[in-house]
């Protein structure tokens, strides 16, 4: 959050909630839910947007409707300790990967991956281990969402086009 620590109530848990249900969700049916006006309400989202707790909106996607048929979670071991700075640069530069973060246990960073078939996976893979501090992944492959309305379950962008 931007600044000092924002108030953040009840009220504003139960708006952000209604929210994170569906960011469609009007002013005035979030507010009847919570007991304010739409007034009240719209002053509480800019609040909470000015303060960095609600950071956008976004339309989830059925991935494959993409062209993302093929998705997998990958165990990046790295050779030295790489700075989590130097492998957000190397994420960063792979549009198949959804999601990125550093981790505890034997692996540095965990990658959620989508592509558009095996081939195309395969071939982002191969691309990740070109990074000279990378020493080895470890892959796993989704088979299916156990919670299909969970955010990890739907795609943010478009599969690139064969060949990109």
């Known amino acids: 959050m931007s600044g000092g620590q924002a108030s953040f109530d009840e009220l504003d848990r139960k708006i952000v909630t209604a929210l994170m249900a569906n960011a469609r969700t009007s002013f005035a ?13 719209k002053r509480r989202v800019d609040r ?4 960095g707790v609600i950071t956008g909106f976004t339309a989830t996607v059925q991935p494959s409707a993409l062209g993302w048929r093929t998705e997998a979670y990958v165990e ?32 540095d960073a965990l990658l959620h991956v989508r592509a558009r078939d095996v081939g195309h996976f395969e071939e982002v893979l191969e691309r990740i281990r070109t990074e000279p501090f990378i020493r080895k992944t470890i892959s796993v492959m989704v088979l299916s969402h156990l919670i299909p309305d969970a955010p990890e379950a739907g795609a943010t962008q478009p599969a690139p086009e064969a060949g990109s």
Do not use: D, K
Request: glycine share 8%.
């Open 76 to 107: 990046v071991y790295c050779e030295r300790a790489a700075p989590p700075r130097r492998l957000a640069e190397v994420v960063r530069n792979h549009p198949e990967i959804a999601a990125a973060m550093t981790v505890t246990g034997g692996a």
């Open 29 to 41: 049916e979030i507010g009847a839910a919570v007991g304010l006006s739409s007034t009240a309400v």
């Open 48 to 51: 909470l947007r000015e303060t």
